[in-house]
T-cell receptor, first 117, second 113 residues
Framework: DSGVTQTPKHLITATGQRVTLRCSPR?????VYWYQQSLDQGLQFLIQ???????AKGNILERFSAQQFPDLHSELNLSSLELGDSALYFC????????????????FGPGTRLLVL | AQTVTQSQPEMSVQEAETVTLSCTYD???????LFWYKQPPSRQMILVIR??????QNATENRFSVNFQKAAKSFSLKISDSQLGDTAMYFC??????????FGKGTRLHILP
């Protein structure tokens, strides 16, 4: 168990719908990352938050958005869903700045499997 | 841009044998981190081993060890005394500082009884 939790584990929805994926990082971790794993694209970075602020963006579609709340949990919102959005969505966390230097190792949650029908 | 290449899409070895998974990467950075993650059928991403580029000593975690060749930009994973539970997809990954991880496409490893 990595200490990162993600809910829900599975999500089945229809095209055009909107869903929210939730992530709780490991206790004390300030950085949260979102990744998408699909069959054709492999594992791709979507977005990073550090202590509530957006830090980096990857291949995230405009239909997708995320935020990190004051308690450091994060939500990934996916809207106007398309069949191609079906994938496994991972959240990962890392300590960020700790002990005067960045602690970079990312620990992954169990993922949310999204199926768009 | 950084890239990570895993040239072995799939491998099979007998239980108790030693297997080496290959990985090369491309970067102009001097300080970075390299990882091997394991993804078993449960799809959980599990950190196997971590190497900091500034450290010359190869990382070791029990039966798992790496051969890190910085000049050659090579980072292979050796699994000794392989076990059935080692069956999984293995991803080589690169990270620069407090940044995103760039993953290779993975090597599917089958440990045969």
């Amino acid at each position: 168990d990595s200490g990162v939790t993600q809910t829900p584990k599975h999500l089945i929805t229809a095209t055009g719908q909107r869903v929210t994926l939730r992530c709780s990082p490991r206790s004390g971790d300030l950085s949260v990352y979102w990744y998408q794993q699909s069959l054709d694209q492999g594992l791709q970075f979507l977005i990073q938050y550090y202590n509530g602020e957006e830090r980096a963006k990857g291949n995230i579609l405009e239909r997708f958005s995320a935020q990190q709340f004051p308690d450091l949990h994060s939500e990934l919102n996916l809207s106007s869903l398309e069949l191609g959005d079906s994938a496994l969505y991972f959240c990962a966390s890392s300590p960020g700045l700790a002990g005067g230097r960045y602690q970079e190792t990312q620990y992954f949650g169990p993922g949310t499997r999204l199926l768009v029908l | 841009a950084q890239t990570v290449t895993q040239s072995q899409p799939e491998m099979s070895v007998q239980e108790a044998e030693t297997v080496t998974l290959s990985c090369t990467y491309d970067t102009s950075e001097s300080n970075y981190y390299l990882f091997w993650y394991k993804q078993p059928p449960s799809r959980q991403m599990i950190l196997v081993i971590r190497q900091e580029a500034y450290k010359q000593q190869n990382a070791t975690e029990n039966r798992f060890s790496v051969n890190f060749q910085k000049a050659a930009k090579s980072f292979s994973l050796k699994i000794s005394d392989s076990q059935l539970g080692d069956t999984a997809m293995y991803f080589c990954a690169f990270m620069r500082g407090n940044d995103k991880i760039i993953f290779g496409k993975g090597t599917r490893l089958h440990i045969l009884p």
